[in-house]
């Protein structure tokens, strides 16, 4: 994957434009930059342009892998870098602990809102595309911890679709539904 690809290009393989994979790059680069005994090391935009692309869609790994011109191996590794996806059971209680000292609020995981990417008018169900502010985009679901890493993004929805059902239809609604569905049988 050369750095000639239009945005064009680039969102309808990995929903994100040149812009914010360049900038996720710059902001996470000093943690994924690595020494290999190989030749060459995977280049930073790539990962983060690729795991982007894998958090956004849920795409198999190989076929974002692919994409790159990576192994699946090394797509795995790239996404369970710190920084990128470093969220576990683990570190919850550390992750609580910053955003109850940056702001004073107990027990948060996560902060999350909705933001709209604008792309061009599609060729089927572009009424569907159309947000609230009568403009063509996706509407983007983002998470990230107190340390602003990205922890999780949906980018699956049309313009249209309002930010609850984002949530309600992601991995982290489904988690919380699952959740509440075991504490209710206690």
């Given at each position: 994957?050369?750095?000639?690809?239009?945005?064009?290009?680039?969102?309808?393989?990995?929903?994100?434009?040149?812009?914010?994979s360049?900038?996720?790059?710059?902001?996470?680069?000093?943690?994924?930059?690595?020494?290999t005994?190989?030749?060459?090391?995977?280049?930073v935009p790539?990962q983060?342009?690729?795991?982007?692309?894998?958090?956004?869609?849920?795409?198999?790994?190989?076929?974002l892998?692919?994409?790159?011109?990576?192994?699946?191996?090394?797509?795995?590794?790239?996404?369970?870098?710190?920084?990128i996806?470093?969220?576990?059971?683990?570190?919850?209680?550390?992750?609580?602990?910053q955003?109850?000292?940056i702001?004073?609020?107990?027990?948060?995981?996560?902060?999350?809102?909705?933001?709209?990417?604008?792309?061009?008018?599609?060729?089927?169900?572009?009424?569907?595309?159309?947000?609230?502010?009568?403009?063509?985009?996706?509407n983007?679901?983002i998470?990230?911890?107190?340390?602003?890493c990205?922890?999780?993004i949906?980018?699956?929805?049309?313009?249209?679709?309002?930010?609850?059902?984002?949530?309600?239809?992601s991995?982290?609604?489904?988690?919380?539904?699952?959740?509440?569905?075991?504490i209710?049988?206690?």
């Amino acid at each position: 994957m050369n750095g000639c690809h239009d945005d064009d290009w680039l969102i309808s393989r990995f929903r994100f434009p040149k812009a914010i994979s360049s900038w996720k790059s710059t902001e996470l680069g000093p943690g994924l930059e690595r020494q290999t005994a190989r030749s060459h090391a995977l280049p930073v935009p790539i990962q983060v342009l690729t795991t982007l692309g894998f958090l956004a869609t849920g795409s198999f790994q190989r076929e974002l892998a692919d994409r790159s011109g990576m192994s699946q191996g090394a797509l795995s590794h790239a996404i369970a870098a710190p920084g990128i996806y470093g969220y576990d059971a683990v570190n919850q209680a550390h992750i609580k602990a910053q955003f109850a000292e940056i702001a004073d609020f107990p027990n948060v995981i996560g902060a999350i809102d909705c933001t709209h990417i604008a792309i061009k008018a599609p060729s089927e169900g572009e009424y569907a595309y159309v947000n609230r502010k009568h403009f063509h985009s996706l509407n983007v679901q983002i998470i990230c911890d107190a340390q602003m890493c990205l922890t999780n993004i949906v980018a699956r929805w049309p313009g249209s679709t309002h930010d609850s059902f984002v949530l309600t239809n992601s991995s982290v609604g489904n988690r919380f539904r699952t959740r509440q569905q075991l504490i209710a049988r206690i």
